[in-house]
């Protein structure tokens, strides 16, 4: 009876956890995304919502971010996309409850992190884009994936589906536990390799977030299960580093086996002997080696290529 | 190969110890119904055998054979998967008509990834769990279990097989053939 007491003290008071943010952390009231004062820079909507007629058929890739993150996880392929000329306009999406306060992220609901996606979305198809593409890095992946079994990109069929570490599968199972464990615990935090990481990432996670992203993976891997019909005009690329701590690599497979093609698509995987969690984002980590770095090139180009390539 | 071997060898066991038991033994043949929390169906079959002579009534030993081909994976892109799990209960109560149980359980896991690009990754792992559950037995050889379990052993994203997920549920019910 004493534990049963001592244990429901502990889930009553750790209800109210709350963590203690400093204003160094991106969860405070001081650091925001800059996507948020400066859309023009991120946004392809923002920078160009007029395109003459040959600016409507240039390439446009929205580029959406993970869990926690912000759009600092694109601007090494932006920059390195400019650096080429590659001729691809980048909108990079700060998903919705992302970027901003501990206490928006913790009101948020997948719905909301995904609405950022399909709102530049449809800006672009509205100011007439016609060759649109996507890339999604861990929990980017799912949301989009989501958007395309609900059918909601049937105006304009995108051109390439790129999928960088999509999670589908947590590696850490006890992610499956968030609703059990979640409310007696309030939130977790992480560790970060460097003041770039906590700068661009949330420094804790409200139990409420890991719900939704509990959430948001269990629903697309059932479509998956079901089977996600691709458009005839779109390709889908999988990327997955198969020592992945936070996306088990079986994400990669269920994706694969989950997504429905015809002769018209392209179905790629490509299972990178790499232990990065999103390979495309080298900055601010710590440990980067040479190999790391030759990755992330070849799949810089392999992106560049794959959304250059003349639309169906 | 070689559980296949383990699991014979088991049988053979079985076979020889209810031989020699001069008390009534119960060799229990049943279905199994399990939903890992968060992820798949899977059923398939079980056994449990218990007598005085072999570990004392209150110790039921037996083996599962569960799949998600018979659950999730039927006829959709799920992870086709097969466990093989060799458990021993303890029952708490004597003869009771509701009598709660602890059960150990020890085996692997096979999936299939239906294609060759991902030969590389690891298909298999041993699993080892605990179960608490109630055995539910209103008229003699009928008996119907529920209890929920934890995986001990879970895939980490970097080894083994990243459908082994830490909660489950059980559902058995089960025949006595030698009543």
Redesign the interface.
Do not use: C, W
């Given at each position: 009876m004493k534990i049963l007491i001592i244990f429901l003290l502990l889930f009553i008071s750790s209800c109210n956890n709350t963590p203690s943010i400093t204003d160094q952390d991106l969860d405070g009231n001081l650091l925001f995304d800059p996507s948020l004062y400066e859309p023009e820079k991120y946004l392809v909507s923002a920078y160009k919502p007029n395109p003459s007629d040959q600016e409507k058929q240039m390439p446009v890739l929205i580029a959406a971010h993970g869990y926690s993150a912000t759009t600092f996880e694109w601007d090494e392929l932006r920059n390195y996309a400019d650096s080429v000329k590659s001729g691809i306009l980048i909108s990079q999406v700060l998903l919705g409850g992302h970027g901003r306060t501990y206490a928006d992220f913790k009101n948020s609901t997948w719905r909301d992190w995904q609405a950022s996606i399909l709102l530049e979305y449809k800006k672009l198809v509205q100011a007439g884009y016609t060759n649109i593409s996507f890339i999604g890095s861990s929990t980017g992946c799912p949301l989009i994936l989501n958007l395309l079994y609900e059918n909601y990109l049937f105006q304009i069929p995108p051109h390439q589906i790129i999928l960088i570490d999509p999670i589908i599968?947590?590696?850490?199972?006890?992610l499956?536990?968030a609703g059990?464990v979640g409310p007696m615990i309030g939130y977790t935090s992480v560790d970060f390799d460097s003041e770039l990481e906590r700068k661009h990432w949330y420094h804790y996670r409200p139990q409420e977030t890991l719900q939704e992203l509990?959430d948001i993976i269990?629903v697309v891997r059932q479509e998956?299960?079901?089977?996600i019909t691709l458009p005839t005009q779109t390709d889908i690329s999988i990327y997955k580093s198969?020592?992945?701590?936070?996306?088990?690599?079986?994400?990669g497979?269920?994706i694969?086996?989950?997504i429905k093609s015809n002769s018209f698509n392209s179905k790629d995987?490509y299972?990178i002997n790499s232990?990065v969690h999103v390979m495309t984002r080298l900055q601010g980590r710590n440990n980067v080696t040479d190999n790391d770095i030759s990755i992330q090139k070849n799949i810089f180009n392999q992106i560049i290529e794959k959304t250059n390539k003349t639309k169906k | 190969m070689f559980i296949y071997s383990y699991l014979l060898s088991f049988f053979i066991f079985l076979a020889f110890s209810f031989t020699l038991c001069a008390t009534e033994p119960e060799l229990s043949l049943g279905l199994k119904f399990q939903k890992t929390?968060?992820?798949y169906y899977e059923n398939g079959i079980s056994a449990e055998y218990s007598s005085s002579a072999f570990l004392g009534d209150k110790f039921h030993s037996g083996f599962s054979i569960i799949t998600s081909r018979f659950g999730?994976a039927f006829n959709?892109?799920?992870?086709k998967q097969d466990i093989f799990l060799l458990h021993t209960s303890y029952s708490f109560l004597d003869k009771a008509i509701v009598n709660p149980f602890i059960k150990l359980n020890a085996g692997f896991i096979i999936a299939d990834?239906?294609?060759p690009?991902?030969d590389?990754?690891d298909n298999t792992m041993p699993l080892s769990s605990i179960d608490f559950g109630l055995s539910y037995s209103p008229t003699m050889p009928l008996k119907a279990q529920a209890s929920f379990g934890y995986n001990i052993i879970?895939?980490?994203?970097?080894s083994g097989?990243?459908?082994?997920?830490?909660?489950y549920f059980n559902f058995l019910i089960m025949w006595n053939i030698l009543k």
């Open positions: 599968v947590p590696s850490n199972k006890i499956s536990l059990i509990l269990t998956l299960e079901s089977g198969t020592y992945d701590e936070v996306a088990d690599r079986i994400s497979i269920l694969y086996n989950g995987i299972m232990h | 929390h968060k992820l999730s959709s892109n799920a992870i990834y239906q294609d690009v991902f590389n990754i879970t895939s980490d994203g970097t097989v990243g459908t082994v997920y830490p909660l």
